[in-house]
């Protein structure tokens, strides 16, 4: 899991297993959760999003698990690829009336995934 | 489609000095956000805007500033840099519906202070 210092969370895994990042938010209000993926030298990239009202949600290769008693929240990646090697984020953030959150997130320190042939 | 464009890709800067690092999107978002990237820390917010001629701070505002004079360009501003300003630099932009944590960032802007 992520946890603040200067040290970056490190995941190593073999070609085809799957794996399970995590992440700890802080704000007990906030509504709205999301991954990125980061690659050496670019911008973060969105991965999948969900909303404080569901506690799961699947998309290709990727599931994000939600805990919200427990303030955590889990990136899934079936069959892992080489290609998946990142840092991943999770963000968070509160919502307007009209659901929205002005661009305005809170990440975590980020997890370093090392994908191994 | 070019997305986020960030100008600068690389800068440095002695102590003291002024810039400004130059962001335009072409997708006609109305959202757009700074943010700051340390070693071993997420990314932090600058300040964000949610409008031409909108704007307002975020987690670290102090140093910088920002306008917003076209939904297109969001330029950030260091008026007297210092070395802890050093950092890479993120632009961002984003839809003003719901549902809109999907940010889509620049490629950054790496800024070195001495």
């Known amino acids: 899991g992520e946890s603040v210092g200067l040290h970056l969370p490190t995941l190593s895994v073999q070609e085809g297993d799957n794996s399970i990042i995590n992440c700890a938010y802080s704000n007990s209000a906030s509504d709205y959760f999301i991954w990125y993926k980061q690659e050496s030298g670019k911008g973060p990239q969105f991965i999948i999003d969900i909303r404080s009202n569901m506690d799961k949600r699947q998309g290709q290769r990727v599931t994000v698990l939600l805990n919200k008693t427990v303030k955590h929240l889990s990136l899934q990646i079936a069959a892992t690829q080489p290609g998946d090697s990142a840092v991943y984020f999770c963000?968070?953030?509160?919502?307007?009336?009209?659901?929205?959150?002005?661009?305005?997130?809170?990440f975590g320190q980020g997890t370093i995934l090392t994908v191994h042939p | 489609n070019a997305g986020v464009t960030q100008t600068p890709k690389f800068q440095v800067l002695k102590t003291g000095q002024s810039m400004t690092l130059q962001c335009a999107q072409d997708m006609n978002h109305e959202y757009m956000s700074w943010y700051r990237q340390d070693p071993g820390m997420g990314l932090r917010l600058i300040h964000y805007s949610v409008g031409a001629g909108i704007t307002d701070q975020g987690e670290v505002p102090n140093g910088y500033n920002v306008s917003r004079s076209t939904t297109e360009d969001f330029p950030l501003r260091l008026l007297s840099a210092a070395p802890s300003q050093t950092s890479v630099y993120f632009c961002?932009?984003?839809?003003?519906?719901?549902?809109?944590?999907?940010?889509?960032f620049g490629e950054g802007s790496r800024l070195t202070v001495l």
């Open positions: 961002a932009s984003s839809l003003d519906t719901a549902n809109t944590g999907e940010l889509f």
């Open positions: 963000a968070e953030t509160l919502s307007n009336a009209g659901g929205t959150s002005y661009g305005k997130l809170t």
